[in-house]
């Protein structure tokens, strides 16, 4: 047969740690997405040091400490793609929805700074 001919050739992974069409799918889209949120960590970096260097207040220190969080969370979210490990896949969406609650109640402590 085949197999005979050419070897056995399914224990081979390509890299992917044993991971379906469908799973290299979506683990790439995950890469692609953390990389869009840790350019917005890092714009969040730049723009808190711009506050800060206007001003020191807590918003700017939020504004800094968050960003260095969403470059972090990003940071892991890319490595739990690479990997097949479900575990961290689920403690980086629970992080995950602790940056969205920190950052909607930035955006309402921002709006209550301005009054509106």
Do not use: P
């Not at 069409?21 to 890092?42: D, F, K, P, S």
């Not at 972090?72 to 980086?92: C, D, E, Q």
């Amino acid at each position: 047969g085949i197999n005979a001919e050419y070897g056995d050739v399914s224990s081979i992974s390509m890299g992917t740690n044993g991971m379906g069409c469908c799973e290299r799918m979506a683990a790439c889209q995950l890469v692609i997405t953390n990389t869009v949120l840790g350019l917005c960590g890092l714009l969040m970096i730049v723009y808190g040091i711009i506050i800060m260097m206007k001003l020191t207040s807590g918003f700017a220190a939020t504004i800094l400490g968050l960003g260095g969080f969403m470059v972090l969370l990003a940071s892991f979210g890319a490595w739990s793609a690479r990997t097949s490990a479900k575990r961290r896949i689920y403690v980086y969406n629970v992080l995950l929805l602790l940056a969205l609650i920190a950052q909607l109640t930035l955006a309402i402590w921002y709006l209550s700074l301005i009054h509106i």
